[in-house]
């Protein structure tokens, strides 16, 4: 789930506060553009007839309180022909006066001259509530679109920590087996072992699918019990970073898996199934474990109590190769697109203002209107996407957790508004019995899967592991990456399904520095020692 999130991701935090409104003195006009989108146009529009993308009650609300009118050069009807206009439009220096564009695009138009140094505007216009909700991101996705000590766009902040790793368990086997919490591979290969047997044939140990860096189902959660962490670029002792699909402990986390492998705990044709395909097995009773992300609990762990209401799946902490251990979850950037503003606007301080009555309508606890603004429900839960800027909160989802935490027991909601009271209301069902909410309710309530990444940034036993790279791609980056990875993966795949030794691994991992992998390496650490 990226940018258009499901509704969890797309609500409110509380927050500190924000600018009082403040009517404009004066109108003009700001461009943009943008994609259509099709549930929009079937669940918005369908509804709201007198509601469309030029005219609706943001642009309304905008130009009551701020004296703006909102422009929309085009509207392309989808995203292949957004990036024809917009790539013709910095080829004729003509860019929209805000635009929301990925690292790359930002760097490019810095390049260009095309956009300006937004910092001045932000540190004067900015309200306490968006300073405070850009900070809560961390320096990260602010030092990703700064060049030269300039900083050119204002990030669309999203969560990293969710971006961790957990492991997924059917706790009503684990109950009804006797079954403690695994804390090393040891003692979940325990687990797998006692679950293959109660699941009978076909039973799986561990969901695997053929995404092996995605999501849910993947190769990421194993890697970090032996400290590797594959795809990422991590830092070494020696002060340096290295791509971590290369390192020892890469080899290590091979080696686990192919053991898996030839002991039956895997599914044999993982490597070409798709997520879809190896969900079947937690989904028909046949697996009950399974490493993903917060959310696995919404897919596809909702679809295993759709089909068997008794199931109960439960987060629990990444566990360790060895006993003792610190639990090393992997975390990296989830922030990925920045606005910026033209050379040519002339009123650059109207995206802070935009994004400062956002922040006003969508999470301020008093100012809020959120109901008309963000989610009025019953179809309308995409509102919020009428305004041409939104912001995302990076810790709304914890803060979600946290504020419903004590409702949920004593079963009053007392003050809690917005997409805070949704989730009580969704948990609260869930609890009562309505199974069909309980993947709400294993994400935002107690023991769910946030309080769990809760527990990641406050247990001393818990290290995070931060994804060190998050520039714009280098030239052999650009051109090699792709090729580079694929080398490695066909390899991988290879030695965990044991057409060839462990040992290969040392063989690929030449060539591919030998393939430009050594060149990568020295670009991403000049890039990193001059940050």
């Known amino acids: 789930m990226k940018k258009n999130r499901l509704a969890i991701l797309t609500g409110a935090m509380v927050a500190l506060s924000a600018v009082m409104p403040v009517m404009a003195e004066e109108n003009y006009s700001v461009s943009f553009s943008r994609t259509q989108d099709s549930t929009m146009e079937s669940d918005i529009f369908s509804i709201l007839k007198d509601e469309s993308y030029e005219d609706n009650r943001w642009t309304r609300l905008i130009k009551e309180r701020l004296g703006i009118d909102i422009e929309y050069l085009w509207i392309a009807p989808n995203a292949e022909q957004q990036t024809q206009k917009f790539n013709a439009a910095v080829a004729a220096g003509t860019i929209p006066d805000i635009v929301s564009v990925d690292k790359l695009t930002l760097k490019n138009l810095v390049e260009a001259e095309l956009v300006v140094d937004i910092q001045p505007y932000f540190e004067e216009y900015a309200s306490d509530l968006l300073k405070d909700m850009i900070a809560s991101a961390g320096e990260q996705c602010v030092q990703a679109c700064t060049f030269d000590g300039v900083q050119y766009g204002i990030p669309y902040v999203d969560c990293d920590i969710e971006t961790a790793q957990i492991l ?3 706790q009503d086997w684990m109950d009804e087996l006797g079954l403690a919490a695994p804390k090393t591979v040891g003692d979940l290969r325990a687990i797998m072992d006692a679950f293959m047997e109660k699941a009978g044939d076909g039973a799986v140990g561990m969901a695997l699918c053929n995404d092996l860096y995605g999501t849910v189902m993947d190769i990421k959660g194993i890697a970090n019990a032996y400290g590797a962490y594959p795809r990422y670029w991590v830092k070494q002792e020696d002060g340096t970073i290295a791509y971590g699909s290369t390192t020892p402990e890469m080899k ?18 993982f490597h070409v199934n798709d997520g879809t395909r190896a969900a079947e097995a937690l989904i028909n009773d046949k697996c009950g474990v399974v490493f993903g992300w917060h959310a696995s609990a919404l897919w596809p762990l909702q679809d295993s109590l759709n089909q068997n209401p008794e199931a109960d799946w439960r987060p629990y902490q990444l566990v360790t190769s060895e006993e003792g251990a610190k639990v090393t979850p992997g975390i990296n950037m989830m922030t990925s697109s920045w606005y910026a503003v033209s050379s040519e606007c002339e009123h650059p301080e109207a995206l802070i203002e935009l994004l400062n009555l956002y922040c006003e309508k969508v999470f301020d606890p008093e100012l809020n209107e959120y109901s008309t603004y ?12 009428l305004c041409p800027v939104s912001l ?8 979600t957790a946290k504020a419903i935490a004590e409702p949920l027991k004593t079963g009053d909601p007392g003050e809690l508004y917005g997409e805070q009271l949704s989730m009580y209301e969704y948990s609260k069902a869930a609890q009562d019995g309505d199974t069909t909410l309980w993947g709400w309710n294993r994400v935002f309530g107690e023991n769910g899967s946030q309080q769990l990444l809760i527990g990641y940034q406050n247990d001393e036993n818990v290290e995070l592991v931060r994804d060190e790279f998050y520039g714009v791609a280098t030239e052999t980056m650009s051109m090699r990456k792709t090729t580079l990875d694929t080398m490695l993966d066909e390899a991988f795949i290879k030695i965990i399904t044991g057409q060839t030794p462990l040992d290969e691994f040392d063989t690929v991992v030449e060539s591919w520095y030998s393939a430009g992998g050594q060149d990568m390496t020295d670009e991403v650490n000049e890039w990193y020692q001059a940050q």
């Open 252 to 269: 290590d986390t091979l080696a686990e898996l192919a053991d898996l492998y030839q002991n039956g705990y895997l599914d044999t044709e």
């Open 374 to 385: 963000a989610n009025p429900g019953d179809g309308l839960e995409g509102v919020w996407r």
């Open 392 to 399: 995302n909160s990076p810790d709304k989802n914890q803060q």
């Open 168 to 170: 997924w368990l059917r």
